[in-house]
């Protein structure tokens, strides 16, 4: 009903940068929060992240200044733009969206499949 599709990831070495897309396609009403999570191998998932419909944004400590997040409702994408990119960075990253898709349902949250970033030292 709804597809995350995210892309950009890739290999770069530590210092450089990347810019990670989510696009939402489907039977798509309105998107409310959106965000962009990590997991690292033998790690937890963890957020990296957010940005409400109107454009309120938050981090995690880690990423705070070295990334931004945004996003494009004409066209149903978010982004991430990450520079500085350090080796601990890597990890494969996923979006999700909360999605309304139906007049009088409610929002669900939905995930991409997720992309790979892997920054080299």
């Known amino acids: 009903q709804v597809q995350l599709v995210e892309s950009g990831g890739g290999l770069v070495q530590a210092g450089g940068s990347l810019r990670l897309s989510c696009a939402a396609s489907?039977?798509?009403?309105?998107?409310?929060?959106m965000g962009w999570y990590r997991q690292a191998p033998g790690k937890q998932r963890e957020l990296v992240a957010t940005?409400?419909?109107?454009?309120?944004?938050n981090y995690a400590d880690s990423v705070t200044g070295r990334f931004t997040i945004s996003r494009d409702d004409a066209k149903n994408t978010m982004y991430l733009q990450m520079n500085s990119l350090r080796p601990e960075d890597t990890a494969v990253y996923y979006c999700?969206?909360?999605?309304?898709?139906?007049?009088?349902?409610?929002?669900?949250?939905?995930w991409g499949q997720g992309t790979q970033v892997t920054v080299s030292s």
């Open positions: 999700k969206a909360a999605v309304l898709t139906s007049p009088f349902g409610r929002y669900n949250d939905y």
């Open positions: 489907g039977s798509i009403i309105h998107i409310n929060a």
């Open positions: 940005i409400t419909s109107g454009g309120s944004t």
